[in-house]
């Protein structure tokens, strides 16, 4: 299971000039003012996440599931109108998320604190669109990148998003790509085994991810507003993470490393609502049908009531509850048979269900600013409660902060 949360601190500038222009009668349509580049909006995330639990993939689907992440995320927002009024908007986000678990340091029992007990991810991205403001539509385009102490991860987007003459209707398509290189690291027991040719300590291996997103929202009438979306996956090369162990179901146990198909497909499809009930009450809810071909059907329902306590602050309780099916590969530890060409005993893979739910609080101030601080637009704290039906609890608290 894993958690993306942020910490973090930023030093932003702007800079650009305004030029005037003169007042003289020309046939030169380019003679235009010229825009300086604006600063749209700047956020700040941080946040801390624990859990535990008893069912760690890396010793076989028993033992300590214990891990905190702590994670740092700087967002920032600028944009410039060229002489056709059309608005360029320029992105950039740099994260660093740095975790410690436990599960991960019983890869080898011997060490006290190895390599993967603890470490540090940083994730930079750049992205930018072009908005079409008379002919409302949008084109849009970013990379990524991400890197830990085992694997390496470059990502592009590329999107389009066109908008209806009225703006009660939206439709938008976006393609992204990942191409990560997975260090290969084997439980140390199996090292030197050469039983499992899927791979090799030390041995760099491919994983590939391709992701289709489309998206169709309507405003119904002024209450009531709808989205449709769906996001299909397809991943292909080393999917299975080497350093969880299977113990199979002979006396004494066999020990092998966790192996998997080389392709996954995954389908989607969801449907989200909003629902403004009056000028103090707005009902937020979203569905998920997920399946894909490991055997993975699932549902996710979703509901967030948000009260609004005054002109500035609202109180926001949002639930989720999840359930899925069992991968086709997965059983519990001393279940699998030799026989078997998969087999995984990784929980994220089984059959189980989950509750969340939190309270979040959030308050703004456009004009005089959050405590009186020019341009601290927005300030949001939220608490969640996560639990599975196998016994694994998390808890995960957020600050969030906008600068306009």
């Known amino acids: 299971m894993k958690k993306r949360i942020f910490t973090a601190s930023l030093l932003a500038f702007l800079f650009g000039q305004n030029l005037k222009a003169q007042n003289v009668q020309t046939t030169d349509s380019s003679a235009y003012k010229k825009q300086k580049l604006k600063i749209e909006e700047v956020n700040l995330i941080s946040s801390y996440y624990s859990q535990d639990g008893n069912n760690s993939a890396v010793t076989g689907g028993v033992g300590t599931e214990k891990l905190t992440d702590i994670a740092t995320t700087f967002d920032i927002r600028v944009s410039k109108r060229d002489k056709n009024n059309n608005k360029h908007n320029f992105g950039l986000e740099v994260g660093i998320d740095s975790y410690t678990s436990a599960s991960s340091d019983k890869i080898d029992p011997n060490t006290v604190t190895s390599a993967s007990y603890q470490d540090v991810r940083v994730y930079p991205s750049a992205n930018y669109s072009f908005e079409n403001l008379e002919k409302k539509y949008i084109l849009n385009g970013g990379v990524s990148f991400s890197a830990e102490f085992d694997y390496t991860s470059i990502g592009a987007n590329a999107g389009f998003t066109k908008i209806s003459k009225d703006n009660n209707r939206e439709f938008s398509v976006k393609g992204m790509a990942f191409f990560d290189t997975w260090k290969v690291i084997l439980p140390v027991e199996l090292r030197n085994t050469p039983s499992d040719t899927e791979a090799n300590q030390g041995d760099k291996k491919p994983r590939n991810s391709y992701n289709l997103g489309l998206m169709f929202s309507q ?98 309780m949002p639930y989720r509850f999840y359930t899925q099916s069992a991968a086709d590969y997965f059983k519990p530890i001393y279940l699998h048979g030799l ?66």
Do not use: C
């Not at 119904?220 to 199979?248: P, S």
């Not at 490393?257 to 403004?276: A, M």
């Not at 694994?392 to 957020?398: E, N, P």
């Open 219 to 316: 405003v119904v009438n002024k209450n009531f507003q709808m989205a449709f979306l769906t996001d299909i996956g397809y991943q292909e090369g080393l999917l299975a993470t080497k350093f969880n162990r299977v113990y199979f179901d002979d006396t004494p146990a066999t020990v092998k490393s966790e192996k998997l198909p080389d392709t996954r497909f995954k389908i989607p499809v969801g449907v989200r609502g909003n629902y403004f009930l009056g000028d103090n009450i707005v009902l937020r809810a979203f569905y998920r049908y997920y399946w894909d071909d490991w055997g993975i059907n699932s549902h996710t329902i979703s509901l967030e009531p948000t009260l609004k306590l005054s002109a500035f602050s609202s109180l926001s």
């Open 339 to 404: 026989e078997e060409e998969f087999y995984t005993s990784d929980y994220d893979l089984s059959e189980f269900s989950s509750n969340m739910i939190g309270l979040g609080y959030r308050v703004t101030d456009a004009d005089r600013g959050i405590f009186h601080i020019k341009h601290f637009n927005s300030l949001e704290l939220r608490y969640g409660y996560y639990t599975r039906n196998n016994g694994l609890d998390s808890h995960i608290i957020t600050l969030a902060m906008k600068f306009k």
